[in-house]
């Protein structure tokens, strides 16, 4: 990597270490620490918001993984975008009302409230093994991509994977969610002028016309939208994308305490729906520029062979930007891959965190002010971050990315999904049918990723065992 790249790279990072410090809580207080207490006000907090939920849902591991796709298999994964407005309209006017009017100042207060304290516990340590694991994935990946893209040996793996790890960790200890909420919004504009950037790049030097680009993808099989097979051990049918990414999603926008936490930060039911629908619009445009940039480079080296290139698709993306793009740019947009896992990372901590204060030591032990609990709020998002740090030397990347990731978070958010549709339409089912369900759900969700069936069924799977086993545990009584 050229001098003038890994300058601009330590320049951002120091950039986004001072935005995440100036833009601190001010109050000292556990609960503005972790949710801001509905502070992003107006049509600023809004935009911020909405695109720090955007930044959240793109790791860097997403960042690669879209152009990865595209580029290896065609455009069918940008099918997921239909699933969006769906997603919009049910988050709109079926779960953000019932779920910010049942109350309390953290995200699982309400399944305490109509579940009980261990149906609670058990999402929350849910939440918690999902999160590490992923935050561990979310470092390692973007760094191996790197060092295999860029020629860098081994040696650079604890360097990147340390200095991106800490700097997440200073500013999120410090500052807290609204940190947060602030670097992710910054972060995600660049990931997408990155991309945009990318996309008019390889245009101007291709200097072909674009019916001429369409007809190279047409005749390559990159543009095959609309395969309608059922079978379900094909990745990219049209029914998998939408059905399958659609249930991942929503457990990411309904049970995920990442998701939870932003909806209580915005100033009102009303505009964290705005929030969200800004999150959906933002989320949809850097999906299109992901998959454009993938189509874009399958065609450049089609047209500029390279024996270099790497094998691993996942590699292509920063091998361009490393190789093709001039000094500084480089850079700029390798930082821009950077900032996408940054923004998780910052996001995995506060939550992370916050589950272990408020769903863990709040409830064990003695009564604790609210300044120790900041404290130790701070002490935990600490930690936390030392953990996904030492984590990532035992992580490793099997196969494709994308296959990996989809098996993961689906196990997971499928029980997740199920529990918040129980919590928020006040479904009349035992707390102990539900802790059997999600135990259950989550059991079929590996044994789906296991099998031949494609990964990215295994969240509706593991959804629907979760529902079928919890409905076996109907109660008459009522329930607020």
């Known amino acids: 990597m050229r001098s003038l790249d890994i300058v601009v790279i330590i320049l951002y990072l120091i950039g986004v270490v001072w935005a995440g410090l100036a833009n601190r809580g001010k109050k000292e207080d556990s609960d503005e620490f972790f949710t ?14 909405g695109f720090s939920m ?12 879209y152009t990865s796709v595209a580029f290896s298999a065609g455009a069918g994964i940008v099918m997921g975008m239909l699933a969006f407005p769906i997603m919009w309209a049910l988050l709109r006017f079926w779960f953000l009302p019932r779920y910010l009017a049942g109350g309390g100042n953290h995200p699982y207060d309400i399944i305490e409230e109509r579940l009980g304290e261990p149906v609670r516990l ?56 609204r940190s947060v909420i602030v670097t992710d919004a910054i972060q995600f504009v660049i990931m997408a002028l990155g991309m945009l950037f990318i996309i008019g790049f390889i245009f101007q030097k291709l ?30 049918t049209f029914w998998t994308v939408v059905i399958g990414l659609m249930i991942g999603n929503l ?8 998701m939870l936490q932003r ?36 065609v450049w080296f089609q047209n500029h062979p390279d024996p270099r290139l790497p094998e691993n698709p996942d590699q292509v993306l920063a091998y361009f930007i490393t190789n093709e793009l001039p000094a500084g740019i480089a850079g700029l947009l390798i930082a821009s891959i950077l900032a996408a896992t940054m923004s998780s990372m910052t996001s995995g901590i506060i939550a992370l965190a916050g ?19 900041l404290r130790f709020g701070r002490w935990a998002s600490v930690g936390v971050g030392a953990v996904a740090i030492g984590t990532a030397g035992l992580a490793t990347v099997m196969g494709s990315l994308f296959q990996t990731t989809q098996a993961v978070m689906g196990a997971f958010f499928g029980p997740m999904v199920g529990c918040m549709m129980i919590v928020v339409n006040k479904w009349q089912v035992k707390p102990m049918g539900v802790l059997l369900g999600m135990g259950l759900g989550t059991a079929a969700g590996w044994a789906i990723a296991f099998s031949p069936v494609s990964n990215l069924w295994v969240a509706t799977g593991s959804l629907i065992v979760t529902l079928s086993v919890s409905f076996c545990f109907r109660r008459k009584e009522t329930t607020n």
Request: glycine residues 12%; charged residues 10%.
């Open 36 to 49: 801001s207490k509905g502070g992003f006000t107006g049509r600023l907090g809004m935009v911020m918001v």
């Open 54 to 65: 955007a930044a959240t849902l793109f790791s860097g591991v997403s960042y690669v993984i």
């Open 122 to 177: 058990c999402l929350s340590a849910m939440f918690i093994m999902l999160r590490i694991g992923w935050m561990a994935a979310i470092l390692v990946a973007p760094t191996l991509v790197l060092l295999g893209a860029t020629g860098l040996g081994q040696e650079w793996f604890w360097p990147i994977v340390i200095s991106i790890g800490v700097t997440c960790t200073l500013y999120t200890a410090i500052g807290g969610i």
């Open 207 to 236: 200097g072909m016309p674009i019916g001429e680009i369409y007809a190279q993808l047409d005749q390559g099989d990159r543009l095959n939208l609309f395969n309608f097979s059922f079978d379900l051990t094909v990745d990219l």
């Open 251 to 258: 457990g990411s926008y309904t049970g995920d305490l990442m």
């Open 263 to 298: 909806y209580h930060a915005a100033e009102s039911t009303r505009a964290a729906a705005k929030a969200f629908a800004i999150n959906t619009w933002g989320v949809i445009i850097v999906c299109v520029l992901l998959v454009t940039a993938g189509l874009l480079l399958w």
């Open 355 to 373: 589950t272990l204060t408020n769903d863990w030591l709040h409830r064990f032990g003695r009564p604790r002010t609210s300044a120790e609990l």
